[in-house]
């Protein structure tokens, strides 16, 4: 209990560190992190020999580029035997497991140090947006629980988790009896909380802040939320693989990297940090030792934000993500369009629950709509030659409406390619 208090501590004092310290913190953490992996992790020791590398070659962040990207199929094709640590008791560890998009299962090991280190990431990313000793926080979504040892052991700062498997009554039930003064919850399952209480969001609870995270909270959804609903809205990036990433702090001017924690470089970047670009997501954990992800791809789009934050803090700055790469549509000519563009298009729908699109093949896309009451038939209209026209290659759209979706999984999906964005089609 001291030592987590300490850590806390020092983890709290990094967030006050002038730049140049922070920076030194991080490429200290680097060093150690790629020299352990070298020496003891036999699936990095063969992708930095392959690229010619030996520990002292990593000495900043400038430096990671030379090393080549991992993706969740690299790791999975080394097995955990030789993607961990030698000499870690596999056993003894605790198990996170993800399937991301492709749905296959990936299982991701942590030491109980680990876990806790994660545990007070997230405690501190919740004080910097203001979780004081008398909130009770609701987290609505994951199908495993939240950290939360740390702040029970207070006694203070209270917290439930709700799980997304629980009937949607329960959860509401569940939601009203917590009265939680912060509500965490994935897009999805509030989508789905929101359909079921007709945009009363407030007739459920009344928290003064609200966080959304794992998914893209999106224009449709905030639109929801604020109809009845005054609460202050933030936005949280993580992944099972190495935990809270970055969170929006109370000047809302974008998502604050944790940047004693990970290092996140954009995929089209000469360097980390490089102001103004937009790309993929690829990570570096500095705190995961037992099974190190280092430049991992994530595949979540996002953009680096070019101004220091108002705030003041030393962590750098990013947009909300905008999605994940594989959400994009593939056109009969090979060409790959983002489908960010139609979900502005979307959103001017009046009354649209939820969107759901499909493409069955190159030169076929289905759009399936859910409305609160009858849609406006112009308005379809209208959409569908807006598709077209953004799409700008002959391919058939077909609008759909259907009464509702089942949100039968924790993460609904927006967007379902049935052909392979990196095979033929
Ligand atoms: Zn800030």
Redesign the pocket.
């Known amino acids: 209990m001291i030592g987590e208090a300490l850590e806390l501590r020092r983890l709290m004092n990094n967030r006050g560190l002038p730049s140049l310290e922070l920076e030194a913190v991080r490429d200290r953490k680097l060093q150690a992190l790629i020299r352990h992996a070298y020496e003891n992790v036999p699936y990095y020791r063969s992708l930095f020999q392959s690229a010619g590398l030996l520990p002292d070659d990593i000495r900043t962040v400038k430096d990671l580029q030379h090393i080549p990207i991992t993706t969740k199929d690299d790791l999975r094709a080394a097995g955990v035997e030789r993607s961990t640590a030698k000499g870690i008791d596999l056993a003894a560890c605790q198990v996170v497991h993800t399937s991301g998009t492709t749905g296959k299962p990936f299982a991701i090991y942590l030491t109980g140090r680990e876990l806790r280190r994660r545990q007070l990431i997230e405690f501190r990313t919740l004080l910097s947006i203001g979780f004081r000793p008398q909130d009770r926080l609701a987290v609505l979504g994951p199908a495993q629980p939240h950290a939360v040892r740390f702040h029970q052991r207070l006694g203070f700062y209270r917290s439930v988790n709700i799980p997304p498997t629980l009937s949607l009554d329960d959860q509401i039930d569940q939601l009203k009896r917590s009265r939680p003064t912060i509500l965490w919850a994935y897009p999805t399952v509030l989508k789905a909380l929101l359909c079921r209480v007709n945009y009363r969001l407030d007739t459920v609870v009344n928290p003064r802040m609200l966080i959304t995270s794992a998914e893209v909270c999106d224009e449709i959804l905030k639109a929801g939320i604020h109809g009845n609903l005054k609460t202050e809205m933030f936005n949280f990036y993580g992944a099972n693989e190495v935990g809270r990433i970055a969170a929006e702090?109370?000047?809302h001017?974008?998502l604050?990297v944790n940047e004693d924690h990970v290092i996140l470089e954009c995929s089209n970047s000469k360097y980390p940090g490089e102001p103004g670009i937009s790309g993929e997501a690829v990570v570096t954990s500095l705190t995961a030792l037992a099974q190190p992800f280092i430049r991992y791809r994530l595949g979540d789009v996002y953009k680096i934000t070019k101004k220091p934050?108002?705030?003041?803090?030393p962590f750098p700055?990013i947009s909300s993500p905008l999605g994940r790469l594989d959400d994009a549509v593939k056109l009969p000519s090979g060409k790959i369009v983002s489908l960010w563009p139609f979900t502005f298009i979307l959103r001017k729908l009046d009354r649209l629950e939820q969107y759901r699109i499909i493409q069955e093949s190159a030169e076929h896309l289905v759009v399936e709509l859910a409305f609160r009451g009858d849609p406006n038939k112009d308005a379809l209209v209208q959409l569908r030659s807006r598709f077209m026209e953004h799409l700008g290659e002959p391919v058939r759209v077909d609008i759909q409406c259907v009464s509702g979706f089942r949100n039968d999984t924790p993460k609904f999906r927006s967007f379902i390619s049935k052909l392979s964005i990196k095979g033929d089609s």
């Open positions: 702090c109370p000047a001017e974008g604050h934050c108002s705030c003041g803090s700055l």
